[in-house]
């Protein structure tokens, strides 16, 4: 039998993909304003981006009204957030795409500009990011981070029944299913990591404990679900918004196999050369590969992400290290992706300085590759 390509079908969950490349989720800032519900523009972009039998996970979006840490990111807690997604599935599922939401808590990369009532960002533990990386306030100052304030065990309860809560709401916007976000430095993997959890209670402390607060919201998530529809997204090795394990072997290995028990979706890897991409090129000579290590410990469906071309993406599928893969930022740039991948077109380079805010420049004015050609 040949092996897998970039192009072969794949089945996640219950759902028959017809190729392998995966849009990875992208916060590009760019909902409605004051509801932080997506909007028309944001339905456009992601239809561009949808293909028949093409898997999109969707960007993170808050699970609750102090998951936020920067503006203008959609949220998934109140009914014009739904109701706002729904347009977005909708255009996608007419395209014959598939589309995941990926659930997001930011914990201790915020702001107290982005908390109602302006009070602290909750963590597990009442520990700073440091200083080397800088907030940005609400109305656009460069700080320092606050110190946030630890969880009571009671208000990590009622996280996970917000996660809960979100799972049932992108349920009822109708989408494919749900992504945990675990990767990055944000809330789940401040749990995750010894140096953001210091708790001496059941969700700190051992490896067994720190992993407690992931599994508990990708149960929440799974309980609405079923697993086959619940990814979760790890970022071994990550360095982002100050995270980073000083031996991360331990805890992943854990992590996977507890999470391989369950029967999910998927499991999506940020690869450790790609960590912080939203930020800045980084040198990604070598750091180990996510997809490498774990694989073994992973008995499903396994995404990868992290400066992949096509070419490399299809060596990494055909070596079965991974079964597809989540590609972020020459999806931005490039609407038609899986198609210009598919037939060696030249890819429009990305615009860095449009991810983050404003409205259709870098967002939905990327040209496909026909109206190139007709240019
Ligand atoms: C503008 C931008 C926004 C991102 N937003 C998210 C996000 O919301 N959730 C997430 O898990 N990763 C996010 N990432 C990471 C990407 O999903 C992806 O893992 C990373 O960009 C590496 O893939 P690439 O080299 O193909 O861009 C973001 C990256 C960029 C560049």
Known sequence: MNPPSLFSPLKIGPYQLKHRVVMAPLT??????????????????????????????????PVAANGFGSPGVPGIYS?????????????????????????????????????????????????????EFKAMTADGKVVDYETPRALEA????????????????ALAAGFDGVEIHGANGYLVEQFLQSRSNL????????????????????????????ANRVGVRLSPYGIANGSGEADPMPLYSHAVK??????????????????????????????????????????????????FSGDAAQAA????????????????SNPDLPQRLQHGHELTPYNRATFYGGEEKGYTDYPVHDEMAQA
């Open 199 to 226: 708790r001496t209670d059941q969700y700190g402390g051992s490896i067994e404990n720190r992993v407690r607060f992931l599994m508990e919201v990708t149960q929440a998530a799974i309980d609405v679900w079923g």
């Open 258 to 307: 507890s999470l391989d028990k369950l029967g999910l979706a998927y499991l999506h890897f940020i690869e450790p050369r790609s960590s912080g991409a939203g930020r800045a090129e980084v040198n990604w000579q070598n750091v180990p590969s996510a997809m490498v290590l774990y694989r073994p410990l992973w008995s499903g469906v396994l995404l990868t992400a992290g400066g």
């Open 28 to 61: 590009r800032m760019r909902a409605a304003k004051p509801s932080l519900a997506p909007r028309p523009l944001n339905v456009e972009y992601y239809a561009q981006r949808a293909t028949p039998g093409g898997l999109i996970i969707a960007e993170a979006s």
């Open 154 to 169: 009671g208000e990590i309860l009622l996280l996970v029944e917000s996660y809960r809560e979100a799972a049932r709401n």
């Open 79 to 131: 009914e014009a957030q739904i109701a706002g997604w729904r347009e977005v599935v909708d255009a996608v599922h007419a395209k014959g795409g598939f589309i995941f939401l990926q659930l997001w808590h930011v914990g201790r990369v915020s702001h107290s500009s982005f908390q109602p009532g302006g009070v602290l960002p909750v963590a597990p533990s009442a520990v700073p990011i440091s200083s």
């Open 317 to 332: 599928i055909a070596e079965g290290h991974a079964d597809a893969i989540a590609f972020g930022r020459i999806f931005i």
